[in-house]
């Protein structure tokens, strides 16, 4: 919690759910990014009971514990699943879930930044300067009823 991570990607979050006053955020927790805390998690809320039909997980390790949590208990997700799935990072396995059908979203942050940022180095470093409000990596998302295998190919990390 209060990670940049967190912090930049439970906003959207935290507004939608004071924006909507028919939904109702069940528990909001650290998993420290891991699957086994995550899994841990999503457990502890099926065990007490709650009623729940989203998972927003900031990372996609998070995603597959909370995941291996629902299979556990024969909870179905993803595209016609009870429970929406939704994770951040993109990497390969993760694309190909969502592809399948398993998760309903995955969100990129950045994770090709890596050339844009030496050029930036490179440029400072030199004497150069950068503009102010330039967007130097787009972040994408992709959705379970339009992604492709060569979205998979293309953003998997």
Same mark, same amino acid.
């Given at each position: 919690?209060?990670? *940049? @991570?967190?912090?930049?990607?439970?906003?959207?979050?935290?507004?939608?759910? *004071?924006?909507?006053?028919?939904?109702?955020?069940?528990?909001?927790?650290?998993?420290?990014?891991?699957? @086994?805390? *995550?899994?841990? +998690?999503?457990?502890?809320?099926?065990?007490?009971?709650?009623?729940?039909?989203?998972?927003?997980?900031?990372?996609?390790?998070?995603?597959?514990?909370?995941?291996?949590?629902?299979?556990?208990?024969?909870?179905?997700?993803?595209?016609?699943?009870?429970?929406?799935?939704?994770?951040?990072?993109?990497?390969?396995?993760?694309?190909? @879930? &969502?592809?399948?059908?398993?998760?309903?979203?995955?969100?990129?942050?950045?994770?090709?930044?890596?050339?844009?940022?030496? @050029?930036? +180095?490179?440029? &400072?470093?030199?004497?150069?300067?950068?503009?102010?409000?330039?967007?130097?990596?787009?972040?994408?998302?992709?959705? *379970?009823?339009?992604?492709?295998?060569?979205?998979?190919?293309?953003?998997?990390?």
């Amino acid at each position: 919690m209060c990670s *940049a @991570e967190q912090i930049g990607r439970t906003t959207a979050l935290d507004d939608a759910v *004071a924006a909507n006053s028919n939904w109702n955020l069940v528990t909001q927790q650290s998993a420290d990014w891991s699957a @086994e805390t *995550a899994q841990q +998690i999503v457990q502890s809320v099926i065990d007490s009971g709650q009623s729940f039909n989203v998972i927003y997980a900031e990372n996609d390790d998070m995603a597959k514990g909370a995941v291996a949590a629902l299979d556990a208990s024969n909870i179905s997700h993803g595209v016609n699943g009870d429970v929406i799935i939704m994770g951040f990072d993109c990497n390969q396995w993760a694309l190909e @879930e &969502l592809l399948a059908g398993n998760w309903n979203y995955d969100g990129q942050c950045n994770p090709f930044q890596a050339d844009t940022v030496i @050029e930036i +180095i490179n440029t &400072l470093e030199s004497g150069g300067s950068i503009a102010d409000k330039i967007i130097y990596s787009v972040e994408i998302g992709f959705d *379970a009823t339009t992604i492709t295998q060569e979205d998979v190919d293309t953003y998997g990390i």
